[in-house]
């Protein structure tokens, strides 16, 4: 769906035409390209074809807010249409246009995407200005909402993986500081060798990184603009390691 220009005070809507019937489809191009309806804030800029084919097309070449599809067209109908727009572009608001009331038509229009479904015979000017612009701010809002549904998962994903984050340094924490007290112990006694001691060091050393990386693992919601940990501490503790 394109983005919403404005044209003066006006929102301006692009919008495909898809008829077989040329004087229909000339006649509602150039009623909507010229229509200046205040009530609704709304210009249209309408390009017109003539096929299911072309349609598909158009819509690969072109950027449009809503689709006004016939029904009854020669080759492929509306519904095949319908199917094939809504795969490609299933956020494209479509309009189901028909020139007999078919109730079955109908379902059948809403079940494959359709977001509106229009008679040709007694249809105004401004039903289908008013069509047109619902279903645009419809499929806008549903997919606003969409994204904010996404926002939530997503920080609700966020919140259980710090939680769980939290959780996992707590338990890591405990054995860690008992090998760090442990080493303590052993490094102050008398009769331990010197390359013995040089062992204790690197590896309480090790443990004093360690112990500092999982504080700032189980505070990470507060380093949401830096790094945890610096990549040369990091290089230094795979050196310290090396025993």
Not at 125 to 139: C, D, P, S, Y
Request: hydrophobic share 40%.
């Amino acid at each position: 769906m394109a983005e919403r220009f404005t044209v003066g005070q006006k929102d301006l809507y692009r919008i495909l035409l898809v008829d077989d019937d040329e004087t229909f489809r000339k006649a509602h191009k150039r009623l909507l390209n010229l229509v200046n309806y205040s009530k609704l804030n709304a210009r249209f800029e309408v390009v017109d074809v003539d096929s299911a084919d072309n349609a598909v097309a158009g819509l690969r070449d072109g950027h449009f807010d809503c689709v006004l599809l016939d029904y009854v067209m020669p080759g492929r109908d509306g519904l095949s249409c319908l199917k094939e727009v809504q795969s490609l572009y299933p956020d494209m608001p479509i309009i189901l246009l028909t020139g007999a009331g078919n109730e079955q038509i109908a379902v059948d229009a809403m079940k494959y995407g359709a977001m509106d479904y229009l008679m040709k015979g007694n249809l105004t000017l401004e039903e289908l200005e008013r069509a047109i612009v619902n279903v645009v701010t419809k499929q806008a809002m549903l997919k606003q909402i969409e994204e904010q549904r996404k926002q939530l998962i997503e920080a609700e994903r966020n919140r259980v993986m710090i939680q769980t984050l939290g959780a996992a340094c707590h338990h890591l924490s405990q054995p860690v500081t008992v090998l760090r007290a442990c080493l303590t112990m052993i490094k102050k006694k008398e009769d331990i060798s010197s390359e013995t001691n040089e062992m204790i060091m690197k590896a309480f050393t090790a443990i004093e990184t360690v112990c500092d990386i999982l504080w700032k693992m189980s505070h990470v919601s507060q380093f949401s603009s830096e790094q945890y940990l610096n990549t040369s501490t990091y290089s230094e503790d795979s050196e310290i390691l090396k025993i």
